[in-house]
């Protein structure tokens, strides 16, 4: 059942874009704000104890309500799961975002192109686009390595592991994880301990999924070279500094990149620029395909449900 929710939720994501505007994750941080604001006049309820309110208290939801479904009809329930993984891949596909980028540029129009690539890597920083095109060309790349894992595997690989629950985790702790880092500087001291804590949730979940996606990375483009490059990560670097990017990601941005062999080609012109991305978007696109091929193969083996 796992597989076929899974095809259903990619189905709907590429042939319903108007489901974009129902997928707003913007609640989130407001109610991560209202239980800090709650909470503030008590410490021993801040960091760890906090987050575990934020994040329980919509799992129980989310949990109470699969349950009470399957109890009264298992195809409803069914349909509830596939709601919920629908829910966590958006609110937008950064990589359909990245094609419609793409149309845009090459079409001369400019002002929407710059619109688009400023939502896309918004996900990863939020600093002024550069000027030049080497840049941005680097910038919206990793973007699109990383969400691929953050926005799609990642979540995949927890709704096989625990359900609807596992996907609004997993997305949950993303989002989290990405107003922690928007916040940076700007964070008060108090919030220390919490953010230390978002850190390591996201650490913990995302530890075997970005493994995996490395590997469909390395596996769908050149392997040679992913895997001289995994030899060179240095795996073990504290993952908990706030200044640094999640190790998670520089295991993505490594691998992905020496898939695409990328530093075989440090001089691309601005003719090929656009052609790195699609190259890009080729091998996100096949780690996909790889996943759910794998798991076809473990449900037609009744080793996955």
């Not at 973007?143 to 359900?163: D, N, P, S």
């Amino acid at each position: 059942m796992s597989l076929l929710a899974i095809l259903i939720s990619l189905l709907l994501e590429k042939l319903l874009p108007p489901l974009h505007g129902l997928r707003s994750l913007a609640w989130v941080e407001s109610y991560h704000q209202w239980v800090h604001t709650r909470l503030a006049g008590h410490k021993k309820w801040q960091g760890i104890p906090s987050l575990l309110i934020i994040i329980l208290l919509p799992l129980a939801g989310v949990a109470a309500t699969q349950y009470l479904l399957n109890e009264l009809l298992g195809i409803l329930g069914f349909i509830f799961s596939i709601i919920v993984l629908t829910y966590s891949l958006g609110p937008k596909d950064k990589r359909q975002l990245a094609y419609e980028y793409l149309n845009a540029e090459e079409s001369g129009d400019n002002d929407n192109a710059e619109s688009m690539l400023q939502d896309i890597v918004s996900c990863t920083t939020s600093s002024p686009l550069p000027e030049d095109k080497t840049s941005r060309t680097r910038a919206l790349i990793e973007c699109i390595l990383i969400q691929t894992h953050e926005q799609l595997l990642a979540i995949l690989f927890w709704f096989v592991i625990l359900g609807p629950m596992g996907a609004a985790l997993y997305r949950l702790t993303v989002e989290l994880h990405q107003a922690e880092q928007r916040a940076g500087e700007t964070a008060k001291a108090g919030d220390a301990g919490f953010r230390a804590a978002v850190i390591r949730l996201h650490y913990l979940l995302a530890w075997i999924p970005s493994r995996l996606t490395a590997l469909s990375y390395a596996v769908m483009g050149s392997f040679v070279h992913a895997l001289h490059a995994w030899q060179n990560t240095p795996l073990e670097e504290a993952d908990t500094n706030d200044d640094t990017t999640p190790q998670s990601h520089r295991l993505l941005l490594r691998i992905g990149q020496a898939s695409l062999q990328f530093g075989n080609h440090p001089s691309r012109d601005d003719s090929q620029h656009n052609d790195a991305i699609r190259e890009t978007l080729g091998l996100c696109g096949r780690s996909l395909v790889a996943w759910v091929t794998v798991l076809a193969l473990m449900t037609l083996a009744g080793w996955a449900s």
